[in-house]
RNA sequence: GGGCGAUUGGCGCAGCGGGAGCGCAGGACCCUUACAAGGUCAAGGUCACAGGUUCAAAUCCUGUAUCGCCCACCA
């Protein structure tokens, strides 16, 4: 056997054991007809991300969930892969170009696409390996992209589908535009920021003066859109306006004739009441221009410049135009006032750009009809998120959708399959790529455009089991054997754009089934001031280098022990100490273990405890079990983790491995007692463990002195924990009776340190019991009293008299003597038991209080009221007993 | 304009109807033969505020305040 050092260096093991997991094809998810499908696929981060704490959070949660189940003898399996990440790639790619002093332009679709994909081949893997790292128990045989062969074939699928029933259609609309990534994004692209800007009132004069005004004033926060104006608008009942309504006003720098219509959707109460109206520029005035059959003028370009239709204005970007149109205004007098005024801009969720309203033809999905479905799933439970709270975030989205454009102008992604033939107008779509025309024969023409991203991802669920018709890897029933999935894992901010789409495109591909049965909506990760963790701000921390300072185990632990229903976690560095410091006691605890089970010989057989600290050690491990099995399949992973660490370092590590260790120099029988029973609790709570801390628990698991066929690792031989089969070690009274010997102990350790008595120095005690029962338990555990606080002498009994100048402790039905000559400070014995006398008295009456309590009595529990009943029982014991040690110390 | 979350010892957080807990920091003592990344002992809180429900409230309800998120086309 290898002697294990004295420190857990977790850099040592973790490549070894996650090159052998990936050896034996530990990850490697395969179907089994026998038994039930645990699986999840991952959220498929971008290929050009780099893991951030997000990912390590997430990702360490789905790992335990995998890895737990797959102990429990599920066939399971993680389907890993990654984005494309249409915009996020052509940015990455666009830049290394521009380093070259080149644009996509300069050299073509084509080529452009191919060093995409070069791109790919380079960076791509870069946050897989990443995953590797953490420990993740991915199916790496089999990864994914969002762009593969097969995937591209279920996003043709789709596309032809809906557009044969008729939910995508083109239409001419205002969108959501990024002046610099050049194209439209769907509405929950934008990220709306509050920012300070101007409300400028401006004059426009009246074609002829009207009840002797000359003008009429607009308010505007974008005054170089008036470029674009056809019209002045104000509330049909608007008093002020009501003589003005039919009349024309003439616009400003520009002298085109402005119509002032009456619509309702003008606020009389905002600004001057009068609304410049800007179909081409602003989504509302779109709606009014339509009700009013006006006139569109776009007045900007791709990239949000002043163009050809702004006159003098062409050519200037809009933040100048802005200023050359104010100032202009502001010369010829037509500038009445400028306030200060908040409100909310669009901002390009990828490059932070000011969006643009748009006005243009794309593609758009008809969301209402896919939408009903997935929101019935939800409200019937089929799927579930956690916390339950996300499903109503949920509802109202999807009870107030509107349609998605899914067309990108970009060249990185999946070309929209629509053909059209010039020669006679035909237009389709096709799964297949087509270059003459099927009616007449002619060239076709491909759409230019390519899908939003998020079209593909939705498909991820089942696209990933080789939907729709298999390929090489995967046989056709590959998907009918793992979808649904059984858990998604995410991020809250993709609620909207993925996981409420996948649910959709699923019930709607996959014959009315959804999914995944839970959605886990995990906090999402600030730093320690609350801020968002940004690698651009220099707020973030990297996951990798938290490995390096605390190994996998202790960054996976550490956020495990972070995780609550709570939507917001505040990082803290400190609870990855704590849990490096915590695999570093499990390794002692382990090391301990092998240290002194050298002879050994493993049994298969569980243990049948005789003695009680072995009934109290199993029937701990009994109710861990039942914690940690609930807690995985609940998501209640911060709890988890905290009943983990407290079984194993505060009862397996302080006290059973403690009171072993004299019974391990006992008989050689009593020595293999303690033996079995040292490598059943901790075999057992390392299986518990393993999820969470994978790597040490492997390494540990692996030198155990167990009965085991052959060397495969724990993570697929190792069982996990059966609570029934465990539940018969449940035990009361021997928990009950470790408390005494605690309490036993404790006092001697507190009087030591009171008194600042070496713990060389062996000190008497007098044991004064309630019961004889008690007080023969006492005396059976002598050895382990005498070895835990150096006792040399322990006299129990009942009516046993309390030593001259001692110092008495009390607690739960026991007084314990010191005797201490000549060293008892009478003045402090007073005040600390004076002290002590208090406390009880304040919780005694308070119990009293409750149980005179006609109330109480009448309408709690018949269980609380007996607990309480006991309770003030013991304490007035207690009370009793202090008391009368005051008295005796005079 | 709606909605959600948070407010508990110096710091970070858990608990979410019946005895206020954890980690870190700080204090005293201890290199005790698994572990100083450790052990023992002690100290530290009117659970934001105001009402209410209840026999019983940190925990449920209502409101207030502060902080933070999300959704929303008010120019």
Known sequence: MTELAPQFDPKQIETTLFDRWLKEGCFKGVADSTSEPYDITIPPPNVTGSLHMGHALNNTLQDVLIRKNRMAGRATRWVVGTDHAGIATQNKVEQKLAKEGLTRYDVGREAFIEKCWEWREQYGSTIIDQLKAMGCSCDYSDEWFTMNESYQRAVREVFVDWYDKGLIYRGRRIINWCPRCTTALSDIEVEHEDVPGRLHYLNYPLEKPVGGRHFITVATTRPETILGDVAVAVHPDDER??????????????????????????????????????????PNDFEVGQRHDLEQINVLDEHGAINELGGVYAGLDRYEARKAILADLDAEGFVEKIEDHEHAVGHCYRCHTEIEPYLSDQWFVDMKPLAQPAIDAVRDGRVKFHPARWSNVYFHWMENIRDWCISRQLWWGHRIPVFYCDACGKQFASKEDLTVCPDCGAPLRQDEDVLDTWFSSQLWPFATFGWPIGDVSHAPEAVDYWYPTSALSTARDILFLWVARMIMSGLYFMDGQVPFADVIIHPTVFNKEGKRMSKSLGTGVDPLDLMETYGADGMR???????????????????????????????????FVLMNTEDYTPVAAAPEPTHTADKWILSRLATLVCQVSEGIDTFEFGE???????FTWNEFCDWYIELAKGRLQGSAGERAEVQRMLVFVLDQTLRLLHPMMPFVTEEIWGKLPLVREGQASMLIRAAWPDADALARYLDPQAEAALSSIKMTISALRSTRARYGISPKTPLAAVIRTSTSGQAEFIISRRALIESLANTESLEVGTDVAKPPASVSMIGEGLEVFIPLEGLVDLKAERMRLSKEQEKLQVEFDRLQRKLGNEGFLAKAAPEVVEKDRARAEDLQGQLEKVVGQLADLG
């Open 241 to 282: 306006y009501q003589e003005l309504i039919g009349s024309v006003a003439l616009l400003p720098l520009v002298g085109r004739k402005l119509e002032i219509i009456a619509d309702d959707y003008v606020d009389p109460a905002f600004g001057t009441g009068a609304v410049k109206i800007t179909p081409a520029h602003d």
């Open 557 to 591: 632990f550490g956020l495990m022990l972070q995780v609550t229903g709570v939507q917001d976690l505040k990082f803290s560095e400190e609870k990855l100490l704590s849990s490096r410091n915590f695999a570093n006691k499990i390794w002692n605890a382990a090391r």
């Open 640 to 646: 988890v983790a905290r009943a983990l660490y407290e």
